[in-house]
């Protein structure tokens, strides 16, 4: 296995959020969707600072598909974190369903 794509890496970390909210598990899945939103920040930022020992790795070279990519999720991450906060976890597992399917759709061919 090589090392993983910043694209994986979201749709990865996506799956995980919303197993978290099918299991109940609201507030691991906020906390670990938190992580996601700096990890995709840091990771569409130009210049990765050098990875330091226990922080989320992301990849430091990226490709600029990649990169409109990870632009592409924002809004949809935007609609899951305000549904995150009001508490719903059946609007944000639906939100992050219809992330993962937009995304899906915007897999290189």
Do not use: C
């Not at 609609?79 to 009001?86: D, M, V």
């Amino acid at each position: 296995m090589g090392a993983m794509s910043n694209r994986d890496h979201l749709v990865d970390g996506l799956h995980s959020i919303l197993e978290e909210l099918w299991e109940g598990s609201d507030q691991i899945a906020a906390s670990e969707f938190r992580k996601l939103m700096v990890w995709r920040a840091r990771a569409v930022k130009p210049s990765v600072p050098t990875y330091m020992a226990g922080t989320f790795p992301a990849p430091v070279s990226q490709d600029a598909q990649d990169l409109s990519f990870l632009e592409s999720a924002a809004a949809g991450m935007r609609n899951i974190e305000a549904a995150l906060s009001a508490g719903d976890s059946n609007i944000t597992a639906q939100r992050v369903k219809d992330l993962l399917s937009s995304l899906s759709e915007r897999q290189p061919v």
